[in-house]
C-alpha cells in the first residue's frame, strides 16, 4: 500500500506570536463538557473523605448508583461520548483488591480512562492541571488544515498523548505539552485525528505498534486502506 506524499513545515512559535494570540482548544474543551467534569470531580471529592475505597463504596453505594445513572446520561446526549463512566471501573477495581486506598483508586480510575488523568477532587487543581497542558513544550507547532472537534481533542487525550491543539486568529495548530526523545507518534496520530492523514516528513520511524492500541489501531487503519 502506498500513501499520499505530502510535506507539513514545523512553525517557530516566534513566528506566531503565541503568548499574545493563542486560543488552547482544552480549556473550551473543559468547559463546553462542565457538567460531566464537575460529576468527576464530585466523584474523586466524594472517594477522598474515606482512607479506603471500601469504605466509600458502603457509605456512599445509593449516591454512586444515582451518578452512574447521571454520567450514563451525559455519556448518551454527547457526540461523540465522553470519556467513560468511571463507577463501573470503581467496583472492578475493589472487587479485585478491596483495601485499595482512596488514592490508589483514584488512580486506577484515571489508568482505566485516561481522558480523567487532568481532573482532581478540587476545582484548583484541576484548572492548574490545564494551565500545564496549555503550555508548550517545544517552541515549534504544527499547522493542522481543519478545526479540531472534541472528539480530536477527546480521543487525544483519550490515547494519552502529549499533544495538544491551539488556534491562532483562524488557523489551527498541534503543539507538544510536555518533552520527549520522539514524540512523532503522537503528533502524526494528531493529525490523523484532525485531517485524516499524516505528512510523510512527520514520523521518524518510531514503531507505533508500541505505542496506546488507541493510536496502534488508527494507524494500522490508515496505513492498510490508503491507495493511490
Given at each position: 500500500?502506498?500513501?499520499p506524499?505530502?510535506?507539513?513545515?514545523?512553525i517557530h512559535?516566534?513566528?506566531?506570536?503565541?503568548?499574545?494570540?493563542?486560543?488552547?482548544?482544552?480549556?473550551?474543551?473543559?468547559?463546553?463538557?462542565?457538567?460531566?467534569?464537575?460529576?468527576?470531580?464530585?466523584?474523586?471529592?466524594?472517594?477522598?473523605?474515606?482512607?479506603?475505597?471500601?469504605?466509600f463504596?458502603?457509605?456512599?453505594?445509593?449516591?454512586?448508583n444515582?451518578?452512574?445513572?447521571?454520567?450514563?446520561n451525559?455519556?448518551?446526549?454527547?457526540?461523540?461520548?465522553?470519556?467513560?463512566?468511571?463507577v463501573?471501573?470503581?467496583?472492578r477495581?475493589?472487587?479485585?483488591?478491596?483495601?485499595?486506598?482512596?488514592?490508589a483508586?483514584?488512580?486506577?480510575?484515571?489508568?482505566?480512562?485516561?481522558?480523567?488523568d487532568?481532573?482532581?477532587?478540587?476545582?484548583?487543581?484541576t484548572?492548574?492541571?490545564?494551565?500545564?497542558?496549555?503550555?508548550?513544550?517545544?517552541n515549534?507547532v504544527?499547522?493542522?488544515?481543519?478545526?479540531?472537534?472534541?472528539?480530536?481533542?477527546?480521543?487525544?487525550?483519550?490515547?494519552?498523548?502529549?499533544?495538544?491543539?491551539?488556534?491562532?486568529?483562524?488557523?489551527?495548530?498541534?503543539?507538544?505539552?510536555?518533552?520527549?526523545s520522539?514524540?512523532?507518534?503522537?503528533?502524526?496520530?494528531?493529525?490523523?485525528?484532525?485531517?485524516?492523514?499524516?505528512?510523510?516528513?512527520?514520523?521518524?520511524?518510531?514503531?507505533?505498534?508500541?505505542?496506546n492500541?488507541?493510536i496502534?489501531?488508527?494507524?494500522?487503519?490508515?496505513?492498510?486502506g490508503?491507495?493511490?
Amino acid at each position: 500500500m502506498t500513501t499520499p506524499f505530502f510535506r507539513m513545515p514545523a512553525i517557530h512559535t516566534d513566528a506566531l506570536k503565541i503568548d499574545e494570540n493563542a486560543d488552547y482548544l482544552l480549556r473550551q474543551y473543559f468547559h463546553n463538557h462542565s457538567d460531566y467534569f464537575d460529576a468527576i470531580t464530585e466523584l474523586f471529592t466524594g472517594i477522598e473523605d474515606y482512607a479506603l475505597g471500601k469504605e466509600f463504596l458502603a457509605a456512599e453505594n445509593d449516591w454512586l448508583n444515582e451518578l452512574s445513572d447521571d454520567i450514563d446520561n451525559m455519556e448518551r446526549n454527547e457526540m461523540p461520548p465522553l470519556g467513560g463512566n468511571p463507577v463501573p471501573v470503581i467496583r472492578r477495581l475493589l472487587a479485585d483488591t478491596p483495601e485499595l486506598s482512596s488514592d490508589a483508586l483514584i488512580q486506577g480510575i484515571k489508568e482505566a480512562i485516561p481522558l480523567l488523568d487532568f481532573v482532581e477532587g478540587d476545582d484548583e487543581k484541576t484548572l492548574s492541571n490545564i494551565d500545564k497542558r496549555c503550555e508548550l513544550g517545544y517552541n515549534t507547532v504544527y499547522p493542522i488544515y481543519c478545526k479540531p472537534s472534541d472528539e480530536a481533542i477527546s480521543s487525544a487525550l483519550a490515547a494519552d498523548t502529549s499533544i495538544g491543539f491551539l488556534e491562532i486568529e483562524g488557523s489551527w495548530f498541534i503543539y507538544l505539552h510536555s518533552s520527549g526523545s520522539d514524540m512523532s507518534v503522537d503528533i502524526g496520530y494528531g493529525y490523523l485525528l484532525v485531517d485524516d492523514c499524516i505528512p510523510n516528513n512527520i514520523l521518524s520511524g518510531m514503531p507505533y505498534q508500541e505505542m496506546n492500541p488507541m493510536i496502534t489501531e488508527a494507524m494500522n487503519a490508515y496505513f492498510n486502506g490508503v491507495q493511490l
